[in-house]
């Protein structure tokens, strides 16, 4: 069955601009969260969606946010860009919200974003 | 403040050797923890998990030791295969999140 989907891969913006990124889940699954992966600082938790309601949320400042649509399919936004939002961007989904099946998140390939 | 810590960034164990990757965590409140790897241009995908009230899961070259009085964990791969280069992160699950360390880059060579 298909994993699950990250659009686009590469993008590159200035700072000041804003970006969508998007994430389409594996079919069934109903949880998507969302992770910011740099050098040296590993895997950051960015928020987590399920059922079109966001769950939880990482320490992250406001310009980041999010959205789940009745399809499960999410969206990640980031506003005002910054030079230090230079990222890979991944996405996970998963069956379940309860945390004991978070050994089963499945992560897409990431949308690498650069910031110049 | 990093919750999860892999204080070594990278690790070269010679083919067939065991490679043992570490991982510390602050909260005694963690009671969850997995081990992800994850290739270049690949999403990390799931290893292997372990409860706290276990102190070691096995999953055939794998094996996940976990001593909760040190709040340290270490993953055991025996024998190293060159298919093991990756990055590892280890995480922990507290009640609603997996919290991430930065990762341990292993290369097995030949």
């Known amino acids: 069955k298909a994993g699950v989907t990250q659009t686009p891969r590469y993008l590159i913006k200035t700072r000041g601009q804003q970006v969508t990124l998007s994430c389409s889940p594996i079919?069934?699954?109903?949880?998507v969260s969302w992770y910011q992966q740099t050098p040296g600082q590993g895997l950051q938790f960015l928020f987590e969606?399920?059922?079109?309601?966001?769950?939880n949320k990482g320490n992250f400042p406001g310009r980041f946010s999010g959205r789940q649509f009745s399809n499960s399919r999410s969206e990640m936004n980031v506003s005002t860009l910054e030079l230090g939002d230079s990222a890979l961007y991944l996405c996970?989904?998963?069956?379940?919200?309860?945390?004991?099946?978070?050994?089963?998140?499945?992560f897409g390939e990431g949308s690498r974003l650069t910031v110049l | 403040d990093q919750q999860v810590k892999q204080n070594s960034p990278s690790l070269s164990v010679q083919e067939g050797r065991i490679s043992i990757l570490n991982c510390d965590y602050t909260?005694?409140?963690?009671?969850?923890f997995l081990w992800y790897k994850k290739y270049p241009a690949e999403g990390p995908t799931f290893l292997i998990s372990?409860?706290?009230?276990?102190d070691k899961n096995e999953d055939g070259r794998f094996t996940v030791f976990l001593n909760k009085s040190a709040k340290h964990l270490s993953l055991h791969i025996v024998p190293s295969q060159p298919g093991d280069s990756a990055v590892y992160f280890c995480?922990?699950?507290?009640?609603?999140?997996?919290?991430f360390g930065t990762g341990t880059r292993l290369q097995v060579f030949p």
């Open positions: 079919s069934g699954h109903r949880s």
């Open positions: 372990i409860s706290s009230i276990k």
């Open positions: 995480a922990a699950s507290p009640t609603d999140k997996l919290i």
């Open positions: 909260n005694s409140m963690f009671d969850y």
């Open positions: 996970a989904s998963s069956r379940y919200l309860d945390r004991r099946n978070t050994g089963e998140l499945f």
């Open positions: 969606y399920f059922s079109e309601t966001q769950r």
